[in-house]
Every structure is written in C-alpha cells, then in structure tokens.
C-alpha cells in the first residue's frame, strides 16, 4: 500500500507500483471508440502510461495537454493517458483540447488495471479512482521509470519520465 495525499489528507492505495526493471503487468482497457486494448496491442514500442484520476480535474486536463506536446517529437512511443473517465468523456475533452498525439484509455469497466497496479484509491475523497502515476516502458516492455505523485494535485516529473526514454 501507498501512501499519498489530497489536499494534505492522507490517502491509500491499494498496493505499490510495479519496479524499475520488472516486466510490464498486462491489461485490458478500453478506448474511446470502445475497443479493448491490451499491452500486446503496443509491442515495440515504448509506453509512457500518464495515469490519472480524472480528465475532468486542471492537473489532469494539463498533463495530458503536457504529453501531448511532447508526443509529437517522440520516436517509436506512444503516450497512454490512463483513467476511470467514461470513454465519451475522455474523447470529448480530446476533441475539444485538440489532442491527437495521445492514445485515451479508460478503466472503468472493471477496475482491474489500479488493481493490478497496485494504484487505485482506497480510501478517501477519490477512492476507486486512479493515483496520478506514470509508468515509462521501454520497447522489449520492461519498465525503465515510475513516479506516484505524492500529493495528487501536483503535475508529474515530466522531464524525468522523458528522460526514462533516452
């Protein structure tokens, strides 16, 4: 379990990330034109997962905004923005953002991505939503670079998580 904060108030998730150099769990998402997609669905390439709790919150809407930027310049990555956002949801704030170098997926059928990840709230005013986290995977899908903000409000380490893919 890990331990960050909302507004200051500690809060809990269910486990702790996976490790630098472990390999990447699998998962079943779904996308914005409700298909599934699976980490198979991504071999070769390397994955930066900017998980969040909702599109509908500024630090969130920024930090797909920040990755969006960045992906365009990105050789053989693709960005993942990674919430429990209905589908519709994500593909408007997209649509509307103008946002097209990121991939939008979403957890909300069964949860089972923040469990497996060890990622998902507890406890607290967000609970069941997702941690803000980003995962950086390299192309043989081993993880190279992990962050759990500690207090949910702030932006992740953008440069830090870019850096993980030189």
């Given at each position: ?7 200051g ?5 269910s486990?702790?990330l996976p ?25 070769g390439?390397n ?8 599109v ?6 920024q ?14 990555t693709k ?5 429990k ?5 994500m593909?408007?704030f997209?649509?509307?953002e ?12 069964n ?7 060890g ?12 941690s803000?986290c980003?995962v950086?995977?390299?192309s043989?899908?081993t ?6 903000v ?7 380490n953008?440069k830090?998580?870019?850096d993980a893919?030189?």
């Amino acid at each position: 379990m890990a331990t960050v904060t909302l507004g200051g108030d500690t809060v809990h998730t269910s486990g702790t990330l996976p490790s630098i150099g472990s390999a990447t769990p699998d998962f079943k998402l779904t996308a914005t034109d409700l298909s599934s997609k699976s980490l198979s669905d991504y071999a070769g390439h390397n994955l930066v997962l900017n998980i969040f709790p909702s599109v509908d919150t500024g630090t969130c809407a920024q930090s797909i905004r920040e990755f969006n930027k960045a992906a365009s310049s990105l050789e053989n990555t693709k960005v993942l923005c990674i919430s429990k956002d209905l589908p519709f949801a994500m593909a408007r704030f997209c649509g509307a953002e103008g946002i097209d170098n990121v991939e939008s997926l979403t957890d909300y059928k069964n949860g089972n991505f923040g469990k497996t990840y060890g990622l998902d709230f507890i406890d607290g005013a967000f609970e069941s939503l997702l941690s803000r986290c980003i995962v950086v995977v390299n192309s043989e899908g081993t993880i190279t670079h992990t962050e759990q903000v500690p207090e949910i409000a702030d932006e992740p380490n953008y440069k830090a998580a870019l850096d993980a893919l030189k």
